[in-house]
């Protein structure tokens, strides 16, 4: 994850991925709080809790290209605002850890599920925020078309070639690039 544009340039692939640094943050533990994960569209802020009692919260991409694993000032306090603003009790925790991680962005905000023009080398990749939480059904798939060197029809439309023809998958955020996800 974060790293497949430099691997598929290694095959000879360039891939229309940007890697974009996602934040995250980890406060003290406190008593059950969050049961589910909240989260605000419009910036991109999520929180949750963990069993340790920590809220783990994050928000939007930093707005450039980057494979650094930590963050910037800017993104933080925006971060920092979107929670506060959202639930003003986090203005009293402490922030155990921070860091960043390594995001592969489609424009379309969308991962990439296929083989690719070179024989015998399938890509799944390109995942932006949401690879975490589709990996059991996008193995599935991946599984599938590894197996029959076709996609599975539910994974057809997430092909390589849609970029190349115009035929991008219709997501909120689509734009030209990454970043406006």
């Known amino acids: 994850a974060g790293h497949t544009s430099l691997l598929g340039r290694k095959a000879g692939l360039e891939l229309p991925i940007e890697s974009h640094v996602l934040q995250a ?3 003290e533990p406190i008593k059950p709080l969050v049961h589910h994960i909240v989260a605000h569209g419009t910036e991109h802020f999520y929180v949750s809790q963990s069993d340790k009692g920590g809220l783990v919260f994050g928000g939007g991409l930093d707005g450039y290209n980057s494979y650094a694993q930590r963050g910037n000032l800017g ?5 920092a605002e979107a929670a506060v603003a959202l639930m003003p009790c986090i203005s009293r925790l402490r922030i155990l850890r921070h860091w960043g991680g390594v995001m592969d962005m489609t424009p379309d905000g969308s991962p990439i599920i296929c083989p690719t023009p070179i024989d015998g080398l399938y890509l799944n990749g390109g995942w932006c925020y949401g690879g975490f939480k ?48």
């Open 25 to 27: 943050f980890v406060t």
């Open 75 to 79: 993104m933080v306090r925006e971060v």
């Open 134 to 181: 589709a990996t059991p059904a996008s193995g599935w798939c991946f599984a599938h078309t590894i197996a029959t060197g076709k996609a599975h029809p539910l994974s057809a439309g997430y092909s390589l070639d849609r970029f190349r023809t115009g035929r991008t998958i219709d997501e909120a955020g689509i734009g030209p690039f990454a970043w406006l996800q």
